[in-house]
């Protein structure tokens, strides 16, 4: 019954989103801003149903893992200006490519969720393969963030121009067309494949710290839909201002290492950490990373102006 309504509303949710945007435009920033007023009006009344519906627990379990995953949504935007970048994505066609980005994001997750809480449930070591593949991959993107990414190099992208014929335009934002009598990908369904392959990467590494929160698949994909549903107005809202943020890959990085030290804590005699806690410490880390990126760029606009 559960996950009916929740795969209902959100099915509900993107026949609205795609009823409004059925037109290619270039999303301004006013739309944008109001749109992502409302999908985190929607996440927060959520976990609102969920309090009153399952108890307090649930719904502080669907927070955290909705706030984890809101906060690391902020990366995908980083590499999805890149590939729009690289490829020379029209504005008007960058929501089109991004809505069905998000259905691919949302049926991948789903996958990773099941086979995660399996494997956490099943076989209880696991627990410390993934808690050291978060920290892993914090420090990384706390060391290596910002190296020079080629999408073009991307297997998957580099596979489908091989084995599928493929015209470099965009054809009137059309991922199919018919030339010379055959079925031939356009370059917008390169882009969408590329936008697919690289949130398949964060798509691991977000699921494994929401995993480290709750193993319930209801909650914690209830938590990735609703962030990621608000993915394509973030990164409209965003995409101008993301050289601003040049300290928040250390505060993600802080909090994949937080869920992969929480995840293996689960498995030791200090249990579960307490879930108000992981609020509060996803809730300051990215507070925190947020206000030193944006007093260290204004001390950088002062001291160029002088």
């Given amino acids: 019954m559960a996950w009916a309504v ?13 009823f409004l945007h059925r037109d290619d435009h ?31 627990e649930v719904a502080g379990a669907y927070y955290a893992g909705y706030l984890i995953e809101k906060a690391l949504s902020i990366d995908n935007v980083f590499v999805f200006a890149l590939i729009f970048g690289y490829f020379g994505v029209p504005a008007a066609y960058q929501h089109k490519v991004l809505f069905w980005g998000v259905i691919g994001a949302l049926v991948l997750r789903l996958v ?13 070591w696991t627990a410390y393969l993934f808690g050291a593949f978060l920290v892993w991959t914090g420090w990384k993107m706390a060391f290596r963030h910002g190296q020079p990414t080629d999408p073009a190099r991307n297997p998957v992208v580099r596979l489908v121009r091989r084995v599928v014929p493929t015209d470099p335009r965009y054809h009137d934002g059309r991922f199919v067309i018919r030339l010379d009598g055959r079925r031939v990908a356009t370059l917008l369904l390169v882009v969408l494949i590329a936008i697919e392959a690289t949130d398949l990467v964060f798509a691991v590494d977000s699921v494994a ?16 839909a609703f962030a990621i549903l608000g993915l394509r107005s ?11 943020f040049v300290h928040l890959h250390y505060g993600l990085a802080f909090l994949l290492a ?40 204004r001390r950088q606009c002062e001291q160029a102006g002088s």
């Fill in 26 to 56: 270039v999303i301004e920033l006013r739309e944008a801003v109001l749109w992502s007023g409302v999908w985190i009006a929607t996440g927060l009344l959520v976990g609102l149903v969920l309090w009153w519906w399952l108890g307090g």
């Fill in 258 to 297: 937080f869920a992969g030290v929480k995840l293996v804590l689960a498995e030791t005699p200090v249990g579960k950490l307490p879930i108000p806690l992981t609020l509060g410490v996803i809730a300051v880390t990215v507070t925190v990373s947020i206000v030193a990126s944006v007093l260290r760029t």
């Fill in 234 to 244: 973030l990164y409209f809202c965003l995409a101008g201002l993301l050289s601003r």
């Fill in 112 to 124: 990773f969720i099941f086979v995660g809480a399996g494997l956490l449930e099943t076989f209880s």
């Fill in 209 to 224: 710290a929401i995993l480290a929160i709750t193993t319930t698949p209801f909650i914690v994909w209830a938590a990735n």
């Fill in 6 to 18: 929740l795969v209902a509303v959100v099915a509900v949710m993107l026949a609205v989103d795609l």
